[in-house]
């Protein structure tokens, strides 16, 4: 096996390494740590680019740990999809390192580890060929995310992620039993020889496995945020720290990767099509109402990533490969622009007067003129340029986020809402599936407007503290969306290429089985 070839396993044992590092390094020595963490992430980017690159070529990557066969052994696979998101996470990572290096990586013990094993978590997750490894990296993950969901302290943080806590713990046995359920039925984990065991097996063998991979779906709609179960998302990212929160923007990405796999590997995107589209609507439909009746940015961040969740969810379980395509493109988009939008609400918190959201919410409802109170009108106030940076950047995460021209989120919605229109679905679901998308997008321009207006003009300013290695993360994120439409044709011709693997994954099973 050549040195190319362990670029699979990279992006794991990359990020465990520095985690663990990082524990032995005195907390004292926030310099020190914060230069390994970063650096470490600076590699990952690296790699994961580089696997990006290698995914183009026709076959699936296969790295057998120990050299040990499928099914016997545990493998890890790269594709493109799962390259791509191990990009995206290496991504966000780096972005959200880079703020935190102006205060919060100092607020509490091991942040830096926290995040690399998160990392780690999310990348075995995406390389994994195995349910049960599956398992193993989801539960690094989220006990990564408790850590991080806690960090900083005070007491809505505490409680919000407390229920975090608990909703996830609730969602990991559901995974554990229907892990045991597949494994009873088909005494395999592995997902290329699940689809050739189940295929040979007896009809009442059969509906226990499909019983065991609804379990699993339960529990992959828990960490999606899909309504009903994912009350808990809006209130938990909300509360977290802005680092963290912009982390967290790919942990429901997570549940939609796990169940895009399984689905279309085990069922070939047939059998449970419909009750998908109905969870992605419904939970699109619930995002949209949150967005508008949200009354603080961190609570319209929360369920902005919600309607995202929803989109993709309905756009696996409504299209074909093209529409898959289209929702993967808006993935990318809709992850960068909330991490950015998540990073953004600190800097522009700071510009305002603490208790200004609850005073502007208090004034509009028993109609008060705030301008009464204050006869002298200011002439010709100047805006300091901390000011004009977060209210373009603010424009363009309401932009991305609503889905406008002319940045890419219009692009991806415009794309999900053609393809799925043009392929063979029943026209009245498509209809009203593309309805939510476009209300969703006219709730996102109101709720953005009406925020804006409370933040930039409705309410007392005061400069911002606001420092480069904070600005600079969120430029990066929303310059690689501008970057996105720029290319966005050989961006969704990869994506194509990714979706027509995924729709036909024949050539997936003979490359993990073969080895």
């Known amino acids: 096996m050549g040195a190319a070839e362990h670029l699979v396993i990279a992006p794991v044992v990359l990020p465990l390494v520095a985690g663990a590092l990082l524990l032995l390094v005195d907390e004292r020595h926030h310099a020190a740590k914060a230069a390994l963490s970063l650096g470490a992430a600076l590699a990952l980017l690296a790699v994961a680019a580089l696997l990006v690159a290698r995914a183009g070529a026709p076959e699936t990557h296969v790295y057998p740990l120990g050299s040990w066969p499928a099914p016997f052994g545990i493998v890890l696979v790269a594709d493109r999809l799962s390259a791509l998101l191990v990009l995206l996470a290496a ?46 990296f989801f539960e690094l993950l989220l006990a990564s995310s408790y850590g991080l969901a806690l960090y900083g302290g005070g007491a809505q943080r505490t409680r919000e992620s407390l229920h975090y806590i608990v909703v996830n713990l609730a969602a990991s046995l559901l995974f554990l039993i229907g892990v045991a359920l597949i494994y009873g039925v088909a005494g395999t984990l592995n997902m290329a020889d699940l689809v050739v065991r189940l295929a040979g097996s007896a009809p009442a063998d059969r509906v226990l496995a499909e019983v065991g991979i609804g379990v699993l779906a339960v529990a992959f709609f828990v960490k999606a945020g899909a309504w009903p179960l994912g009350f808990w998302l ?17 942990l429901t990405k997570v549940g939609v990767y796990a169940v895009l796999r399984l689905w279309l590997l085990v069922f070939g995107g047939a059998s449970g099509a419909q009750l998908l589209a109905f969870a992605g609507m419904a939970t699109l439909a619930f995002g949209t109402l949150g967005m508008l009746s949200s009354q603080s940015l961190r609570a319209l961040a929360g369920y902005a990533l919600l309607v995202s969740s929803g989109t993709l969810l309905a756009a696996i379980g409504l299209g074909g490969a093209a529409a898959t395509a289209a929702g993967l493109y808006y993935l990318v988009v809709s992850t960068l622009g909330v991490a950015a939008f998540f990073l953004l609400i600190e800097l522009v918190e700071r510009a305002r007067e603490a208790g200004a959201d609850v005073l502007a919410v208090t004034a509009e409802a028993f109609g008060v003129d705030r301008q009464e109170a204050e006869p002298e009108e200011e002439v010709g106030l100047l805006i300091p340029a901390a000011m004009a940076f977060l209210s373009l950047a603010f424009l363009a995460c309401g932009l991305l986020i609503a889905g406008l021209p002319p940045l890419p989120g219009f692009l991806g919605k415009f794309a999900l ?86 729709h036909a994954p024949t050539s997936y099973m003979e490359e993990v089985l073969r080895r």
């Open 91 to 136: 991504v966000l990572a780096v972005a959200a390192l880079c703020f935190s290096l102006a205060r919060w990586h100092r607020v509490g013990l091991h942040f830096h580890s926290l995040v690399q094993f998160l990392l780690a978590g999310l990348n075995g997750a995406f390389l994994t060929g195995d349910i049960f490894n599956l398992f193993v």
């Open 234 to 250: 809006a209130p938990t990212y909300a509360a977290a720290s802005a680092p963290a929160a912009a982390l967290f923007t790919i």
């Open 417 to 502: 809402m053609s393809a799925l229109l043009a392929e063979e679905t029943s026209a009245a679901i498509a209809w009203t599936f593309t309805g939510l998308l476009l209300l969703s997008g006219l709730a996102a321009t109101i709720a953005f407007a009406r925020a804006g207006v409370r933040v930039f003009w409705g309410a007392p300013r005061i400069a911002p503290a606001v420092r480069l290695v904070e600005m600079a993360p969120v430029a990066a994120l929303l310059v690689l969306c501008a970057l996105l439409c720029v290319l966005a044709n050989p961006a969704m011709a990869y994506l194509q290429d990714a979706a027509a693997a995924l």
